[in-house]
Antibody, heavy 120, light 107 residues
Framework: EVQLVETGGGLVQPGRSLKLSCVAS????????MSWTRQAPGKGLEWVAS????????YYPDSVKGRFTISRDNAKNTLYLQMNSLRSEDTATYYC?????????????WGQGVMVTVSS | DIQMTQSPASLSASLEEIVTITCQAS??????LAWYQQKPGKSPQLLIY???SLADGVPSRFSGSRSGTQYSLKISRLQVEDIGSYYC?????????FGGGTKLELK
């Protein structure tokens, strides 16, 4: 059974940093691209970052480029999201997602989500 | 960026009713479209990919179609477990973008 378990969320002040982790199980982690997607309270979904299966390439939307860094440790089956210079608009539930088997950015498995609140 | 305009924003329907949700892409995205279901308090789940292909384990009452740059998700006979929010997502061009969502409620 595929499982994605996120940790690391919490309350953080604007301008500070936070690092999320996602431990994957139930599939061969290093065969899959992985992503993070977020959902602000009561709002829709927004893709945040993606990383290739090897970790050699990463992709971001302009809203987080230069502030967020996605990475992975294939030996630990773990995906990370380092979030710097956090803003109030980054307040959201962050989901770790597995990309479709061929790397297409369809997200076929989602974690339970972790809440990040940016507030003073 | 490709804009995905989803309609309606909310929808109230009766059990066994046919429900249709649409998504309009701002430019050609071919068949690079997915639909997700998010039940209240839960994480989203992939329903449809490549515009018309059913994801594993998804009931056959769900179907997807495409007409040009307009995409539709159809629920043939609404069940109580289908209540929740639905989102389309384009996978044609970075940044991958979602529609604004459709909240489906029981009448």
């Amino acid at each position: 059974e595929v499982q994605l378990v996120e940790t690391g969320g919490g309350l953080v002040q604007p301008g500070r940093s936070l690092k999320l982790s996602c431990v994957a199980s139930g599939f061969t982690f290093n065969n899959y691209w992985m992503s993070w997607t977020r959902q602000a309270p009561g709002k829709g979904l927004e893709w945040v970052a993606s990383i290739t299966n090897s970790g050699g390439s990463t992709y971001y939307p302009d809203s987080v480029k230069g502030r967020f860094t996605i990475s992975r440790d294939n030996a630990k089956n773990t995906l990370y999201l380092q979030m710097n210079s956090l803003r109030s608009e980054d307040t959201a539930t962050y989901y770790c997602t597995r990309d479709y088997y061929d790397g297409t950015p369809y997200f076929d498995y989602w974690g339970q989500g972790v809440m990040v609140t940016v507030s003073s | 960026d490709i804009q995905m305009t989803q309609s309606p924003a909310s929808l109230s329907a009766s059990l066994e009713e046919i429900v249709t949700i649409t998504c309009q892409a701002s430019q050609d995205i071919g068949n690079w479209l997915a639909w997700y279901q998010q039940k209240p308090g839960k994480s989203p789940q992939l329903l449809i990919y490549d515009a018309t292909s059913l994801a594993d384990g998804v009931p056959s009452r769900f179907s997807g179609s495409r007409s040009g740059t307009q995409y539709s998700l159809k629920i043939s006979r609404l069940q109580v477990e289908d209540i929740g929010s639905y989102y389309c997502q384009q996978a044609h061009s970075n940044p991958w973008t979602f529609g604004g969502g459709t909240k489906l409620e029981l009448k």
